[in-house]
């Protein structure tokens, strides 16, 4: 019968258009089966056709639907009409049934997200598709049910190092897939507009290349620009806590009604909530759990949610699911915010830095630290920041300096940031926030870890100085010896002295930058006001810079000696530091 369909509508014999179909279906739906084939070119494709009468069948059921929604609304005597639910998804269900409108999604899909290498949509062939029949790309890779099943598998032989090591890369395989899965959600949600209105297990595929494959493309949900920075606006107060600007943000979505009393909800959601758990500044919370929550509210107070919310909510808890299945660890905002971080700090849009400057500046402007300290650190251990400055800059994201325990520069990050392209949103942030509090934060016992990272860029810029003073006495191969990166994969070949370097960086045209210049002198004016406070920043600067000259001199002597005398035993820095 299957055959007998694409016959039909193409006009000629499977022959004509095929050299291989699969007898049987590789898959099967309720809409329609999938056929494996080979076309005359040789592309292997994949075969969608749908079930005959399929039609009248769709238009029964959501009739039924609809007198039985009609039916419970009187019953439960709720104000809004739930049958409008059962018209979407009817006008959804019925666009599904032509084929040529699913292959004009895939292309338009396609086409939106093309340029996100961690993506792959398969191609239409449009000559081969009809109301009926849908030929598309065949797509090589594994499901996620697939990899679950491999990661918590447990063999039989356990003596079997090779058995064990197929369960561990399952399971890491599954992981990428699901971090994929998230940032590909956000992708779509807070970049493109255009989503993926069925994004379950059966829909995904992991290819051989790390890649996150989609397929089924009936439903597209499209978004408007100003919902997308509420979605954005949501998930950053939901993080920090903030319920009162959540149902800000949803009252913006239209997503609470006009006239409802936001006091109220917001006293249930910080009774639902307020008893979250952080670690690190991120939710340690399952976020199915925080979508339960927030459910049981919507319900309570008729929350009109829109379709992309409740997509974008299902497809989340759906890959946390996968995920917890094979690490019970695993946590949905972990795995999110870095890509909400990433987007705050690098688009310069007035909707993004008023969500940015909610966050970060108080009611006073003043500079709240704990939260841009969350900021910097989620970018930096994850990867996030690093890939902005490596964007704009000659270092590879996996040269960039490293902190202790792993966690990278900080201050290394932000001074690469700040004068680059892409450091417009943080220099517009500093030149709005209060002067003095940003003093304040610098000087806090918060901002220690900070203070010992600019302390070893003041050591950085003063060995170069040094270097460059004494060029004569100092080879100039000792000299780029010892400014090589300090955390790069190279300097396990190195000598142990130039563990003791950070990277060679031109500090000179940061001096020089104006615009640099005019910030700092903006907040030293405005932190003049407050004495006291000045005092202790000198103070500060003065041990720092004091610490600084201590670690370059040690650094100095090093690369005399091994000039002149040889290699010497490894000096740790921690005496030039504490001297």
């Known amino acids: 019968m299957a055959m007998k369909i694409i016959e039909e509508d193409l006009g000629s014999p499977v022959g004509s ?40 069948v769709v238009v029964r059921d959501i009739y039924i639907l609809r007198l039985g929604l009609g039916l419970l609304q009187k019953i439960a005597k709720r104000k809004n009409d739930p049958r409008l639910y059962a018209d979407e998804l009817g006008k959804g269900l019925v666009g599904e049934l032509d084929y040529t409108l ?13 340029r996100f290498s961690f993506m792959q949509v398969p191609k239409v062939f449009k000559e081969l598709t009809r109301k009926r029949i849908l030929t598309m790309e065949w797509m090589v890779g594994e499901s996620p049910t697939d990899l679950l099943s491999g990661s918590t598998s447990n063999p039989i032989n356990h003596g079997s190092k090779y058995l064990e090591r197929q369960r561990v890369d399952a399971k890491r395989r599954l992981l990428d897939l699901v971090n994929k899965g998230v940032e590909a959600s956000l992708t779509q949600l807070l970049e493109t507009g255009l989503l993926h209105a069925d994004p379950h297990p059966g829909n995904l595929r992991y290819m051989a290349s790390g890649q996150i494959g989609f397929l089924d493309f009936g439903l597209l949900c499209r978004m408007e620009k100003k919902h997308q920075f509420a979605m954005l606006a949501s998930i950053v107060h939901i993080v920090n806590g903030d319920w009162s600007s959540l149902i800000e943000a949803l009252t913006e979505m239209d997503v609470v009604r006009p006239g409802t009393n936001t006091r109220r909800i917001t006293m249930d959601l910080e009774d639902a909530l307020g008893e979250v758990e952080f670690k690190d500044g991120i939710p340690d919370v399952k976020f199915s759990r925080v979508l339960g929550k927030i459910w049981t509210v919507a319900l309570k107070y008729h929350f009109r949610m829109p379709p992309y919310y409740t997509l974008v909510l299902r497809s989340l ?91 990278f520069d900080v201050a290394y990050l932000l001074l690469r940031l700040l004068p680059s392209k892409d450091g417009v949103v943080l220099r517009r942030l500093i030149m709005t926030a209060d002067g003095a509090s940003l003093v304040r934060a610098v000087v806090s016992k918060e901002a220690k870890v900070f203070r010992f ?12 100085w040094m270097f460059e003073s004494l060029g004569q006495i ?8 010892h400014l090589r990166l300090a955390g790069g994969p190279e300097n396990r070949e190195l000598g142990p002295s130039s563990r003791l370097f950070t990277p060679t960086y031109d500090y000179q045209s940061l001096l020089k930058d104006r615009r640099l210049k005019v910030i700092f002198f903006k907040i ?56």
Request: net charge positive; proline share 4%.
């Open 102 to 114: 699913e292959a004009a999604n895939a292309s338009e899909f396609l086409d939106a997200h093309s």
């Open 317 to 407: 808890a759906s890959l946390e699911g996968l995920a917890v299945a094979a690490d019970p660890g695993f946590k949905t905002f972990e795995a999110a915010y870095p890509y909400v971080v990433r987007k705050l700090l690098t688009e310069n849009s007035a909707a993004t830095r008023k969500i940015l400057h909610s966050v970060v500046l108080n009611k006073k402007k003043e500079f709240r630290w704990e939260r841009m300290a969350l900021f910097l650190r989620v970018g930096a251990t994850r990867k996030t920041l690093q890939w902005v400055v490596a964007s704009s800059g000659e270092t590879s994201i996996d040269n960039l300096p490293n902190g202790t325990n792993g966690v």
């Open 17 to 56: 258009f095929f050299t291989y179909i699969s007898k049987e279906p590789v898959a099967a739906a309720s809409f329609g089966q999938v056929y494996r084939g080979c076309t005359l070119d040789g592309f292997d494709v994949a075969v969608k056709v749908q079930r005959p009468n399929l039609r009248h």
């Open 474 to 481: 100092v080879p100039a191969s000792q000299y780029s010896y």
């Open 524 to 579: 030293l004016n405005s932190a003049r006001k407050e004495p006291a406070l000045m005092l202790r920043f000198y103070w500060t600067s003065f041990v720092m810079f004091i610490a600084a000259s201590a670690l370059a001199f040690h650094r100095l002597l090093i690369s005399l000696s091994e000039a002149h005398l040889g290699t010497l035993p490894f000096a740790p820095k921690r005496f030039a530091m504490s001297t």
């Open 453 to 464: 990272q600019l302390c070893r860029i003041i050591a950085d810029i003063l060995c170069q």
